[in-house]
């Protein structure tokens, strides 16, 4: 059976401090290995910075521009971009465009 899930803007909550929105993305199912969820950075808005634990994380940009900042170095991200943040990676995500970010988030254990 396919299993779907869209970005839904009424369904954001504060996370991660409040320093982002997000909300849950695809159910949990065995058959899914890997956790999910749906991010927004509002104009202006700073996600915590963070150290990615020991599984990794990959950010899929979905709608407007984002700055990641990790290791003293500077990556702008879009839509068609991919990132992935291997075990240990140091990262902030900072919205500095004129449009809301919004990313799908995967993360899977070591």
């Known amino acids: ?18 320093t ?4 849950a993305g695809l159910p949990d199912d065995p058959a899914i290995p ?10 202006g808005m700073v996600q915590e910075r963070m150290v990615q634990g020991p599984g990794g994380k990959l ?3 979905l709608h407007g521009s984002a700055v990641i900042v990790s290791a003293g170095r500077t990556y702008r991200i ?11 990676t140091d990262h902030e ?8 970010f919004e990313n799908l988030c995967l993360w899977w254990p070591k």
Do not use: E, N, W
Request: glycine share 12%; net charge negative; with cysteine.
């Open 78 to 88: 879009q839509p068609g971009d991919v990132v992935v943040f291997p075990p240990g």
């Open 93 to 100: 995500v900072r919205q500095d465009g004129a449009d809301d």
């Open 20 to 23: 982002i929105l997000a909300h």
């Open 1 to 18: 059976m396919l299993i779907t899930k869209s970005f839904d803007r009424s369904q954001l909550t504060a996370a991660h401090g409040g």
């Open 59 to 61: 950010y899929v940009p």
């Open 34 to 43: 890997f956790g999910s969820a749906f991010g927004c950075l509002l104009k």
